[in-house]
């Protein structure tokens, strides 16, 4: 069973960091892409970042460069999302999910199989 587990939102102030983490299970963990995709109140869901854990290849929206790293520990089967200098426009429901299919690295919402429930982040002014 594949299992996605978001958490580690909460509200922080403009300016501030918080690092998500995205728990995995059910399925081979090193093979596939883990993505980072975030949906706010009247918006399209968006892709973040994204990186293919067997060789650690990273992708990042424009939105994000510089602020945002994405990580992974494969023995804990968890990719992280270490958000800095966070903006009130980065207010989102953030969703974790995996690509078992595409051959390529991508923040297609489309594209991804499974995904986890969200972890809501506030960004205050």
């Known amino acids: 069973e594949v299992q996605l587990q978001a958490s580690g939102g909460g509200l922080v102030q403009a300016g501030g960091s918080l690092r998500l983490s995205c728990a995995t299970s059910g399925f081979p963990f090193d093979d596939y892409a883990i993505g980072w995709f975030r949906q706010a109140p009247g918006k399209e869901r968006e892709g973040v970042s994204a990186?293919?854990?067997?060789?650690?290849?990273?992708y990042y929206a424009d939105s994000v460069k510089g602020r945002f790293t994405i990580s992974s520990d494969n023995a804990k089967r968890t990719v992280y999302l270490q958000m800095n200098s966070l903006k009130p426009d980065d207010t989102a429901v953030y969703y974790c999910a995996v690509d078992t299919a595409s051959p390529f690295i991508n923040l297609y919402p489309g594209v991804y199989d499974y995904w986890g429930q969200g972890t809501q982040v506030t960004v205050s002014s």
């Open positions: 990186i293919k854990i067997s060789d650690s290849n990273t």
